[in-house]
């Protein structure tokens, strides 16, 4: 993953992600345990929906992150050209200087 903020560069390579949010498994577990048995087909709606969204979420986010991956790898190519052509240039300048002396 890169983050551009202006300031030196810092790279930080994201090798996983796991979110956990224990409040909303806390709170679905409290309306299992008080649910009335005629009730349970909400909640499990209500599972079967938030599994849905997750999902829905985590491809999203595996989506983003192989377009930042691209990017990642777009810039690498770049510097590493723009490195390439530094050096040859410098090369060619001091084998010049060398001539003329």
Do not use: C, F, P, W
């Not at 679905?28 to 909400?42: I, P, R």
């Not at 595996?62 to 590493?80: A, C, F, S, W, Y």
């Amino acid at each position: 993953m890169v983050a551009t903020t202006g300031q030196l560069a810092d790279n930080h390579d994201v090798l996983s992600l796991l979110v956990h949010d224990s409040h909303v498994e806390g709170k679905l577990s409290v309306v299992k345990k008080n649910a009335q048995l005629e009730n349970m087909d909400d909640v499990t709606k209500l599972v079967h929906d938030l599994e849905h969204q997750l999902t829905n979420i985590y491809e999203k986010l595996q989506n983003t992150m192989e377009k930042l991956q691209g990017q990642e790898d777009l810039i690498e190519g770049r510097v590493n050209e723009l490195e390439t052509n530094i050096k040859a240039g410098l090369n060619k300048d001091m084998n010049k200087k060398m001539e003329d002396r």
